[in-house]
Every structure is written in C-alpha cells, then in structure tokens.
C-alpha cells in the first residue's frame, strides 16, 4: 500500500526526534492533512473529500486507543479458552478503525448503538477496561454488574445504547434514538451498527422507511465484515452493495480498516443528517475472529485471506506506518505504547478476576423500576421469592 | 324519559347495595360509592381523556400507531388528539409494527414516553422481540442503565365474527413475561385509572383494551373524572361481594360475571366477582383471600385454556391456599380452537354468561358435572 500524497505543515513546534513521547509538546497546529487509502464510493450523494485533516496527538492516540482494544480482545480469547468467559463472546479485532474512527468525529451527546459485537464499542464510549472485563466474566464490577454478558453492555452516560442480542433489532431502536434527538431539539445524531448478516433484516428497511420519512438524524452503519457468522455476503445478499440498497436514501462506502477514512465518512455524516434525514455508511471491514469463540472462523475462509489482510489492511498498522511516516513517534515508542496497553489490560484483568459473583440479591433486581411490592419467584417458589421494591 | 328512570334505578340499587356493604362492615376493595354521581362515560371517552390530559400533563408523552393521527384513530380512540397535540406528537405509521415499536422502545431508552397504539394485539405479534427482547428485559440486562417507560396498548381479545387472525387474547402470552406489566381495564373508571397509571409508571406496560367495550357507558364519579386520578397497578378489584364462591375475570368477562352473579343469586349462590385488573402483576393476595373466604373459584377469561390466565390462578390458590378449597377450581376460557367465523361456532368459541352459571354451580355441587 503506497503512501503517497502526504503533505505536512512545518511550524517552530514541530516536535523532535529526542523529545519522549509521553511529554512531548505537541502543538495543536501541527495538523497534518492525509489521503484515504481509497477514494469514496457514493451512492445519491457526492462524496467527502479523500483528504482527511489529522493532528499528531490525535494519530499518536488513534494508535494507542485502537492497540489497546486489540490487545483487549485477544486477551478475551484467552480467558474464555480459560472458561473465565462464559456463553457468547463475538470479539471484534480487525474492526477497530471504525470504533475509534467515529468516535472521533462525534460527541457523547451523540448516540451510538450496536448489536453483539460491542466491547470496542463500549471502550471508544468512555468504558473502561475494569468494567469490561468484569462484565465478561460475570462480576459485580461489571458495567451491567455481571447481569448482561459480553453481548450487553451498556454506557448511556456516554451516548452508548448497546449491547443487543437479537440481529437487527438495534437499527430501529436507533432510529428511535434519533427520533428522540429531534423530539428533543438536541441537534445530536445517532449512530445505528449493523452487520451485512442483520442488512438483510426486514426492520431495518421499515426503520429506514420512517426514518427517512420523518428526517429522523439517523446514521446507519453498516459494519461490513463480509460474512454473517458462516455465511458470505454473496451468498446471503442478492445485492451486497449495503451503501446502495437504502435506494432514496444517500449512502457511502468507506474503507473501514482506515481509520481516518472512516473519521471523515462520520463527519460528513453527521453534518448531513442533521439537516437532510438519514445516510447509510458502509465500512469495508474484516473482523481476523470467527463470528463467535464457538466460530474457529476458517471452515468458510482461507487462512491466506485472513492473513493477507492481516498483511495488507490490518488498521493499526497503518496508523503505525503513517506515525513512522511523519515522524512522530520512533518505532520504539510505538511498541512501547503497546507494551504499556498491554499492561494496563492485563492489569484491569488481575483487577476484573478480584471483582466478586454478584450478590443473589440482584437476581430480583432492576427487574422494573417500580417493582410496586410484587412478589418475584425463584425456580422453588416455596423456598425463594423477593418483594420487588 | 327511560334514561331518567334507568338513572333513579341504578342509583337505588347502588344505594342499597352500600346499605348492605355497611351493613356487612366490610368496604376494603370494594366499589366506590357513586351516590353523588350521575355522569356516565363510554370506555372510548375514558380512554381518550386519560391521553389527552397525560399528554398535557408531560410533554415526552406522545402517541405512535397506525391511523392515529389524521384518521382519529382506527376505534376513535385518539380522536382530536391530532389537532390538539400536532403531528409531532401524534404520529401516523407506515403498516410496520416491527419497525415502529423498535423506534419507540428508542425513544423510551432516550426518556421519551411513548404510546405505542397497535391497531389490535393480533398485529403486536410482529413486534413482539421489540416488546420482549427491546424493552422488557433492557433494564434487567443494563442492570439499571436503561428505563423503558413505555406503553403498547390496543384491543385484544375477540371481537365480532372477525375470524381466528384477529380474535386471539394475549394476556397470558405477555403476562408471563418479567420486566413486563400487563393491564386489562373492564369499566371506563378501570379505562381512565390504568391507562394514566400505565403512562406515568417508568416500566414497560402491555395495557390490552377490548374492542367491543369501548361503546359501553359506566358511571363514573368526579373523581374518577379529575385530571390526577390514576388506579394502583398490581391490584384487583372486588366488584361485587359474595360468600359462596369466587369469580375472577379480566375486561369483557368481568361483565359476564356480574350478570352470572345476579342469575346465581337467584339460586342462593352468592358470588363474589373480582375484577383482575392487573395481570401481571396478578393480585394473589386478593384473589386468594377471597378463596379463602368463598373455598369455591371459578377463573373466567376468553384467551386459549391452556396456559392461560386462570391456569396460573389456579396453580396460585393450589400453591397458597390448598386447605381452602371444597372443590376443584373450574376454569372458563376461550375455546381450544383457532377462532370460527360463523356466528354459531363462534358463539360456542367463547365463553358465555351461561358457562360461567354452570361451572359455579358445579363447584357448590348444585349441578351434574
């Protein structure tokens, strides 16, 4: 992959060589404008331009934000092979320039919901690493407090709505969210993840159908990671152009392993959708796990296409590439950086695993806001019941 | 001329049913005197009210269904409400329930209060992982995070002669869901209390009206008539006292029951008819107190047998008051069968008033099982 086209502004602050990276001053005018790997593919609309503008400290965080959610996904792995995590666990490596892309380009009063793919998610929306591992295994200091699982997690504080198990569901209830925004007068939009699995779910278009036409501020995500668990998108969409097929309503293709593409494609999103209705995104993206633990993920993809991608588009790399490119950081910082974040998830682990099992009080908890004094009902009725409060 | 007599009538017989109620020196859960009232209003009215001043009261209230704005309502429940409110508050849907209900459970995680209207249950099937997956469970799994004070209402329940697609009950369905609260008004005070109750209470609530008694009258007093009345959800309501045995109904079969309370008092039973209100959740202490009292139950509802509302009250009175009982519990329900169209086996298809004579009698062992 050429890097071409790169331009760089130079001022009295442009950091040097010797200065550490940790307290390096970087100037806030040291913005560097880069090229996207590949032009935008649009659909009813014309597209932004592949020129995204960037600054040092926000490529040198993109790097640290998008290593540590790899690390912290891989760290997964190992614990649900140490059956620390139980049931589902559908991990999310590979994806996270279109994580930390749009968070970047967005605000907490902006919404985000997704479906079960979520811990990245969640990390992007201000979770921390304690609550997502506690929540993985079960614990009390879990974001759900050990009630939800890997597939709900939740940070409404931070404009996350989840964490939803049922494919599809989450893009009306998105949509509701937007519906919400505009109620409100908020002027904040409402980011709507969903697979090319869920594209194909009849809801999605009746969401689309009203969203459009109440010009709800709603932005549909498309996270399209070629397979729906086992099943190709050929062989599960006759149309796999997921950015056409809202047809009157405009949509983007975006390369979704650069995360400055995927930066600028939410930017211009939400300018539009604030004003002209909804806009589908669809991230060209690759997730390196099977769709699930219980997914070895090769039984439908050759080894050489995971690591060929792993190779040629893999997001944290290229962000590497272009630090290294700019001279922003030496490689040495760089994989100190990952030495660090790997240190703090395992660190948030240790921390995770000294977390507790949830009281079984909370089983008959937050089962209604006003429970009215009702009686709720263990699988022996005679030998447990609660009085919701 | 024949209202006027009707009126002095009814407000005799109230007056000595209080009479008597004094006289018994027992007034818990029963009626509310009407003496002073001589204003009655159709379920239709009731229920248009309680949306039009919730709507004033709170402006994150606002109606979405089929036809409920320009067309004022598939059953003129919303009538006027478009013109008061406007079309932000009050919004006309495409025929797509599973998209709607999922915006609206969006809206409701966003503190917005939602009225979701489906033109009957029946529809509310294809949206129903909304209802269950979207809202029920969220503040469960969220642990706290995600409120959903949300209502789906609509008719439910059989209506007349049409067909099994669009007859079927759905009590029993959502109220063995937890994280739900599931209502089932009968009267127009039942109507205007449970549905402003429904609307202020922060969790999801299934509120199953009933198409045929939307045009029928009760009395209603000045209180149920003023703008901060709501009823408590989770409990019942003793309509009409007895000691022989307990009838327990949910909507248009609490009426059934009254009538078969007033033939059975001919024959010296006396009934005692407990309007459920609430389904979920179900008011087992009433319910069981009464059984207690009477030893005798009847469970009545027009949704499927099996599985359905007076299968879990009876399981209830088994469980909580077993020594009580001198009889099986009968159990009166819609029939097992998909529903008919034609206007005799659809007779047959649902309960009748004589049904409900016949179990009673049945359990005081005054008939031939």
């Known amino acids: 992959m050429s890097l071409s086209h790169l331009t760089r502004r130079r001022t009295l602050t442009t950091p040097t060589l010797l200065t550490p990276l940790l307290t390096r001053h970087l100037s806030t005018s040291d913005s560097l404008t880069i090229e996207t790997s590949v032009p935008f593919t649009s659909h009813n609309i014309d597209p932004p331009s592949r020129s995204v503008t960037t600054t040092a400290s926000e490529l040198l965080s993109f790097f640290r934000t998008m290593a540590l959610m790899r690390r912290a996904e891989i760290a997964a792995d190992s614990l649900y092979k140490a059956k620390l995590i139980r049931g589902f666990c559908h991990l999310y490596d590979g994806q996270e320039a279109v994580a930390v892309g749009m968070e970047s380009a967005i605000t907490r009063s902006d919404s985000i919901i997704t479906a079960y793919r979520d811990h990245c998610i969640f990390l992007a929306r201000g979770g921390t690493l304690l609550e997502t591992f506690a929540e993985l295994m079960g614990r009390r200091g879990g974001c759900s407090r050990g009630k939800g699982g890997s597939m709900h997690f939740y940070r409404k504080e931070g404009g996350f709505y989840g964490g939803h198990g049922i494919v599809g569901a989450q893009v009306p209830l998105g949509c509701g969210i937007a519906f919400a925004q505009k109620y409100l007068k908020e002027e904040s939009v409402t980011f709507a993840l969903y697979g090319d699995g869920a594209a194909n779910q009849g809801q999605l278009f009746e969401a689309l159908n009203m969203a459009a036409l109440w010009d709800l501020p709603a932005i549909l995500v498309c996270e399209n990671n070629h397979y729906g668990m086992g099943t190709a998108e050929w062989r599960a969409a006759k149309s796999p152009a997921y950015y056409k097929r809202g047809d009157y309503v405009p949509g983007l293709k975006v390369d979704g392993m650069d995360v400055l593409a995927v930066k600028q494609a939410s930017k211009f999103a939400k300018e539009h959708v604030l004003k002209n209705g909804p806009i589908i995104l669809e991230m060209d993206t690759y997730r390196y796990h099977g769709h699930s633990m219980s997914d070895p993920g090769s039984t439908y993809r050759t080894r050489d296409e995971i690591s060929g991608i792993r190779q040629e588009r893999d997001p944290v790399e290229r962000v590497r590439k272009l630090i290294l490119a700019h001279d922003l950081a030496t490689e040495k910082e760089l994989k100190d950086v990952e030495k660090e974040v790997r240190k703090e998830v395992d660190d948030a682990i240790a921390q995770a695993k000294e977390s507790p099992l949830p009281d079984t009080s909370e089983l008959f908890t937050n089962i209604y806001v006003k429970g009215l004094g009702t009686e709720a009902f263990g699988a022996d009725r005679k030998e447990l019941r609660a009085v919701l409060p | ?369």
């Open chain 2, 1 to 369: 001329m024949s209202r006027t007599l009707l009126q002095r009538a009814r407000r005799a017989a109230f007056a000595s049913v209080l009479e008597r109620l004094q006289k018994l020196g027992c007034l818990q859960n029963t009626t509310r005197t009407y003496a002073s009232s001589s204003k009655e209003i159709t379920v239709r009215e009731a229920l248009n009210t309680a949306l039009y001043e919730e709507m004033a009261a709170d402006p994150k209230v606002f109606l979405i269904g089929e036809e409920v704005g320009e067309y004022q309502g598939a059953y003129k429940i919303s009538k006027g409400l478009l013109e008061k409110y406007g079309p932000e508050r009050v919004i006309d849907t495409p025929i797509t329930e599973a998209g709607f209900t999922g915006i609206a459970v969006g809206a409701a995680y966003k503190e917005l209060r939602p009225v979701v209207e489906f033109m009957t249950f029946n529809f509310s099937m294809q949206a129903i992982d909304h209802i269950i997956n979207s809202a029920a469970k969220s503040n469960y799994m969220s642990a706290g995070q995600l409120t959903v004070p949300i209502v789906f209402r609509g008719p439910n329940g059989a209506a007349a002669g049409v067909g099994a697609q669009h007859s079927q009950c759905y009590a029993a369905w959502y109220g063995s869901c937890p994280g739900l609260k599931v209502l089932s008004p009968y009267s127009s005070e039942d109507a205007r209390g449970l549905l402003k109750a429904a609307i202020r209470d922060p969790d999801p609530v299934v509120f199953l009206e009933n198409e045929l008694l939307y045009g029928e009258s009760f009395p209603v007093s000045d209180e149920v008539l003023d703008s901060n009345f709501v009823l408590p959800i989770g409990k019942a309501k003793i309509e009409r006292l007895g000691k022989d045995v307990t009838i327990t109904a949910y909507s248009k079969m609490v009426g059934y029951a009254l009538k078969a309370a007033e033939i059975l008092e001919k024959d010296r039973i006396s009934a005692e008819v407990i309007n459920l209100r609430s389904i979920r959740p179900l008011d087992r202490a009433t319910i069981n107190e009464s059984v207690r009292k009477t030893n005798r139950l009847v469970t009545v509802e027009e949704g499927f047998p099996q599985h359905g509302v007076g299968a879990e009250i009876c399981a209830s009175i088994v469980e909580e008051s077993f020594e009580y009982l001198d009889a099986p519990v009968e159990r009166i329900a819609g029939a097992d069968i998909p529903m008919p169209y034609a206007a005799n086996l659809e007779r047959l298809a649902v309960p009748q008033i004589e049904d409900i004579v016949r179990a009673a009698k049945r359990t005081c062992y005054r008939s031939v099982p």
